[in-house]
């Protein structure tokens, strides 16, 4: 039997999409926003690539715009108060490195963690997203690749001074990402993403981004398992 049949149909006016959608459409709302002051902050700390930086962070805010935009097609109100303690603790760390100038933590939070966890977000979403949103999201992961490549790149160019900080910053925010996506799986599946599909896509981005910077197979793996069980 195909596939679809086997879907269930997703109401996009129902209550209970509703409700989901408006923690995580939040979510994604304080996550661009986070983002763009991230790219601010990388502006600064990063005199060489400034111009670039600050470019990065303008996409991020036509990514907030975009998926207000998303919300207010729903007419759902998200729930900022819920997106704000959502990213708590992976905002305090970025703000910590930033204040002792340890860029290359900066970038692992960003343009590692934070951007893969956007592209298998959006990845997944795209297909089962309504049209309006479904249009905006497309557009949107397209720049996302952009920014992890930007991370990618300045982190393989600098590899060994990097290779220490890197895999303690890993160590540090990695298990936060799998407690995030654990406190939204409910709200996902509501969406008709599954934690599953999220976490492979994740490991898949993030994998493929380690070994472009320069770490062994053997080093992803070691990395990649830093808090799955959390
Ligand atoms: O670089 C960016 O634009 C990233 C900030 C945006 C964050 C996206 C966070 C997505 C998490 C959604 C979880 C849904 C299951
Ligand atoms: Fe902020
Ligand atoms: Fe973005
Ligand atoms: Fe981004």
């Known amino acids: 039997m195909p596939q679809l049949e086997l879907t269930p149909e ?3 006016q129902s209550a209970v999409y509703k409700d989901a959608y408006s923690r995580i459409n939040a979510i994604v709302i304080e996550g661009e ?24 962070s303008k996409m991020e805010s036509r990514h907030k ?8 097609n729903l007419s759902v109100e998200p729930d900022m108060a819920f997106a704000k303690e959502f990213f708590a603790d992976l905002h305090r760390n970025f703000q910590e490195a930033a204040a002792q100038g340890k860029i290359v933590t900066c970038l692992l939070i960003q343009s ?7 592209i298998s977000a959006y990845n997944i979403y795209i297909p089962v997203a309504d ?5 905006i999201t497309e557009g949107v992961v ?19 001074a990097s290779k220490a900080e890197l895999e303690e910053a890993n160590k540090q925010n990695l298990p936060l990402v799998w407690r995030m996506l654990n406190q939204v799986e409910n709200d996902a599946k509501e969406l008709g993403m599954e934690k599953e599909a999220l976490v492979e896509d994740f490991m898949i981005s993030y994998g493929e981004a380690l070994s472009n910077i320069g770490f062994t197979t ?11 069980s959390a």
Do not use: T, V
């Open 112 to 118: 590692l963690i934070i951007e893969c966890f956007a």
């Open 131 to 135: 049209d309006f949103a479904r249009k």
């Open 10 to 12: 997703l109401d996009y």
């Open 65 to 72: 715009k975009g998926f207000q935009a998303c919300g207010r």
């Open 33 to 56: 926003e986070e983002a763009f002051d991230n790219y601010q902050r990388l502006a600064e700390l990063m005199p060489d690539h400034k111009d670039q930086l600050i470019g990065l």
């Open 142 to 160: 397209k720049d996302e690749y952009l920014h992890l490549n930007f991370g990618e790149e300045w982190l393989k160019a600098n590899f060994e």
């Open 218 to 228: 053997r080093d992803i793996m070691r990395m990649s398992a830093y808090g799955l």
